[in-house]
């Protein structure tokens, strides 16, 4: 198996605790360099930037210097590893922002008439991980997926990265410690596998 250049991107917002996005992160960083893959992190919640508020600062605005090493570390990965917990049925917003943010044109998609054409983020891929309250079978079948179904598709495959897994752990607050123990294993193989 060849190594990957992975960058795992901690979208839990609250940084003060640990919380099961941090361990099932964790876990799957400590797999892929047991494996010899490279590794890089970004932490949402240490990030300080403000969110945009319209589509000239998203055209025309820098890309606030603390996301701008955030767009090399896209650049170098190979693989993408988005870890957050499911809130209000979607990403937190402080994750969202950062998307917003880093997936400018020139940058993750062309400018102008090549918009839909300049794909400079393509032969990437990326795993969706997700843990919410609700179990995750209601989510998949239920609700469908909605939200990481539009992040896939929306965001990701608009620009290029694909495929994309994904991973849903549901029911978190009442999980017993041994389907947590599971979970973590069962990333730290994802991580091996550098997928």
Known sequence: ???????????????SAMHL??????????GAES????????HVAALEFPMLRNAREWREEPVPDALRQVQNDIQWAEHLVLVFPLWLGAMPAVLKGLLEQVARPGFAFGEGADVFSTRPLKGRTARVVVTMGMPALVYRWFYSAHSVRALERNVLAFIGIAPVGRNFFGGVEKVDPSVRERWQADMHRLGRSGR
């Open 35 to 42: 494996a010899g893959h490279a590794i890089r992190w970004v």
């Open 21 to 30: 996005c941090h361990e099932l992160g964790a876990s799957y960083a400590m």
């Open 1 to 15: 198996m060849r190594s990957r250049r992975i960058l795992i991107v901690q979208g839990h917002p609250d940084n």
